[in-house]
């Protein structure tokens, strides 16, 4: 899945693993790893492991994030709890690392996965699952376009503690209308000379019914 400021492609743990360990150690607080479901690997050993389970069969499907400026793997995200028979998908296991976050790359990311879904695959509704108290991953979510659902509570137990998960969810008739404000954001002219948006995702974004 190619874009202006980054591809997205099937994870290759051979090519990528490296550079998505360095990338996340630059986390020196291990704060990216809270609402995931491990502990911050120590180790590029102990990192394969994981993403080597991660990726065992054919859902989840992991996918790198490579920054199209230095060619370097900055970041993971997978499709998951693939539902073909009825349409659904859901986008999970995001780990951006601080080389992504907060950059063009980490929406167009988004953005690109969407689009796959929705206009290759032609799936009609695309989730997005988080505890409920990620508030950072809850904003990114309805920042993207995702609607909230609702919370359901004490779905599972993960670090030892309870989690309530809040369902998110972008369907295919909402679907044209929020790529339409995507491509309008991720335009060459949106940005200065300096990177910087002229117009902030939000004000091209559909407004809610």
Same mark, same amino acid.
């Given at each position: ?6 591809? #997205? ?10 550079? =998505? ?9 291990? +704060? $990216? ?8 690997? @120590?180790?590029?050993?102990?990192? #394969? &492991?994981?993403?080597? @389970? ?38 999970? $296991? ?8 907060? @950059?063009? &790359? &980490?929406?167009?990311?988004? /953005?690109?996965?969407?689009?796959? +879904? !929705? ?14 108290? $990620? ?10 376009? /995702?609607?909230?659902?609702?919370? /359901?509570?004490?779905?599972? +137990?993960? *670090? ?7 369902? !998110? ?20 002219? $949106?940005?200065?000379?300096?990177? @910087?948006? *002229?117009? &902030?995702?939000?004000? =091209? ?5």
């Amino acid at each position: 899945m190619q874009g202006r400021f980054c591809r #997205v492609e099937r994870l290759d743990i051979d090519r990528h693993a490296a550079e =998505l360990f360095a990338a996340n150690s630059l986390d020196t607080s291990g +704060v $990216n790893w809270t609402y995931l479901g491990v502990e911050a690997p @120590k180790t590029l050993d102990d990192y #394969v &492991a994981w993403l080597r @389970k991660l990726a065992a069969g054919d859902d989840p499907l992991p996918h790198a994030i490579v920054d199209e400026a230095t060619a370097k793997t900055v970041g993971l995200a997978t499709y998951m709890r693939i539902d073909r028979a009825n349409g659904v998908i859901e986008v999970g $296991n995001i780990n951006y690392s601080p080389l992504l976050q907060r @950059k063009p &790359a &980490a929406t167009e990311a988004m /953005f690109l996965m969407m689009r796959r +879904v !929705f206009d290759e695959l032609g799936y009609r509704r695309y989730e997005w699952k988080c505890d409920s108290l $990620n508030a950072a991953s809850r904003a990114a979510a309805a920042r993207l376009g /995702f609607q909230y659902e609702g919370t /359901f509570r004490q779905v599972v +137990v993960y *670090k030892g503690r309870n989690r309530d998960t809040a369902w !998110f969810s972008i369907i295919d008739g909402e679907w044209p209308a929020l790529r339409a404000a995507y491509e309008a954001w991720l335009a060459p002219e $949106n940005f200065d000379a300096g990177g @910087k948006q *002229k117009r &902030a995702l939000s004000e =091209l974004m559909p407004r809610r019914q």
